[in-house]
């Protein structure tokens, strides 16, 4: 999402059928934090099941 609200044009799901034009990326099990890095890329942790957090770049 943009900072006002709107879908930027170059959104991964803008005018694909039967998808939100909101969404990013998907596949994330339970993300409870999230960040900007150095480089101005998204970076979310996840807490594993049992264990095995993870740190991952997100991307489209």
Known sequence: ???D???PPDNPF????GALPE???FGHRNP???A???T???RIHEHGPQGGDEL???RP
């Open 14 to 17: 803008v005018n694909r059928a």
């Open 5 to 7: 609200g709107s879908v």
């Open 23 to 25: 969404i990013y990326s």
């Open 56 to 58: 991952n770049r997100v």
């Open 32 to 34: 409870q934090g999230a």
């Open 1 to 3: 999402m943009a900072k």
């Open 40 to 42: 101005g890329g998204l």
């Open 36 to 38: 900007l890095d150095a």
